[in-house]
């Protein structure tokens, strides 16, 4: 696991979108893994920037999400769906049927599982996946105790990772109780991993992350068994290493 400290979240935003362009301009067709979050909104900014500036196109990109909350329509205010549309892909020339999120508002959850694990399989896997990291050391939705084998599935949100995410959300009983997640299998199986992390309250898991053994107890210590996995941070996140 290779680690690069930046000075600020600016910084960090600088090199993700830097790191993804190059991707985007010499490896086409790239398969993007996207997450959610605020820690990669400044990215999406980046990426939107350089489309207007520079003209990067977006047409052959292939991207996945990383997960959806279940019960919400895709055109929620606080879907998944809307957030990538509002941030990143109505700002881009993506092409619509090649940005792929989960489906949370199925009607038969465990199939749309199953669907969304052979879509990412048809395009040939992720070629990078962008991930935050949630206090507790989630990534995606994958909370602790969950198998390193698991493959798109769906998981009842903890009380802290709603807590954690109340503020997108007006009230808090609008927070969904459940969400469908790529499983910890389906991110490691990306060729590389780009872990995201800025600002004081991410540095108990960095910590963990970087210094702490591979535990089900904390899930993003899974990428310690992936060959190509970076973790991108600020000072602030770093500060207990
Ligand atoms: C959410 C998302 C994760 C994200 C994490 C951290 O629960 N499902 O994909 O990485 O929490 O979020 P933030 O970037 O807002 O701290």
Redesign the pocket.
Known sequence: MRVIQVPNAQEMNRWAAAHIIQLVQTQPPSVLGF???????GIYRELVADHRQNGTSYKEVVTFN??EYVGLKRDHPNS?HTYMQTRLFDHLDCVSHRTHIPAGDATDLAAECHRYEQQISRYGGIDLQL?????NG????NEPGTSFDSRTHVVK?TES?RN??AH?FQRKEEIPTH?I?MGIASILSSRQILL????H??AEAIARLIEGPVDADFPASALKQHSDVTVLADESACQHL
């Open positions: 997450a959610t979050g605020s820690t990669p909104e990383l997960d998944y991930l935050g990291i949630g206090r989630h990534i995606g939705f949100l990772t954690a995410n997108f969400a997640t995201l992390a800025a600002g309250t991410k």
